[in-house]
């Protein structure tokens, strides 16, 4: 089964309220109504595209070290996912493929990393519950994601509905302003040039990790 196949399946029991979440619609419609609001500012197609350049970063994983992204891409190309945190299922549904796929992304030279606005203790967590190999680094205040083009500020209403649930961002991020990434996937070659990206407003909808293959078997005969 595909990844899309997978969240497909999870939304469709999410939205018709079946255990153990047993969300009612009016939950369903504001987030909708959310997402709309979001694809309808065209901040997705503002954001870094292929054929520009990769702000680059150093963050911390879990354990405090720092992780540059200059230094990864003297090794060879870089994968960058940029996610919600631990607490979307359909972020850990996404880590969880791209884990299964990291063999064939490392036999092209490349290296494989995960960013999120959560926590460190968060991201321990993240590694832990999906069983990960590679690294989740912390994005403080989300200064990278915003540097892609990614960062957003959540809507009163899905704030107040975020209270509600308590889905607590500000704690989760230690950040307090409501903000959160849109999910994008990057493919940065050793220049620093983007050689594909997919960023979408919808946080339910990811793209396949073998949609990176191409992208990185150019960069492999770019090395050669």
Not at 18 to 35: G, Q
Not at 110 to 117: D, G, M, Q, T, W
Not at 124 to 142: A, H, M, V, W, Y
Request: charged letters at 25%.
């Amino acid at each position: 089964m595909t990844l899309q196949a997978k969240l497909d399946a999870f939304k469709a029991d999410f939205e018709a309220g079946k255990p153990p979440y047993n969300v009612p619609r009016s939950v369903i419609e504001t987030m909708h109504k959310a997402t709309a609001e979001l694809k309808a500012t065209g901040q997705a197609e503002l954001a870094k595209k292929v054929g520009g350049m990769a702000p680059s970063f150093c963050l911390r994983d879990p354990e405090g070290n720092v992780v540059s992204s200059e230094e990864l891409l003297q090794k060879g190309p870089l994968i960058i996912s940029f996610y919600r945190g631990v607490w979307c299922p359909y972020c850990n549904m996404e880590l969880q493929a791209l884990q299964e796929a990291l063999p064939e992304f490392e036999k092209l030279g490349a290296s494989l990393v995960a960013i999120s606005p959560q926590t460190a203790p968060n991201s321990r967590k993240s590694t832990r519950q999906n069983n990960l190999s590679f690294p989740i680094l912390s994005d403080e205040k989300g200064k990278v994601g915003e540097a892609f083009g990614l960062k957003f500020k959540l809507p009163d209403y899905l704030v107040d509905l975020y209270k509600s649930l308590k889905n607590d961002l500000p704690t989760f991020n230690d950040d307090p302003d409501w903000t959160l990434p849109m999910p994008a996937r990057y493919v940065i070659g050793q220049d620093g040039t983007i050689l594909y990206s997919e960023v979408n407003p919808d946080y339910t909808r990811r793209p396949e990790p073998e949609d990176m293959l191409d992208a990185l078997r150019r960069a492999a005969e770019v090395r050669a």
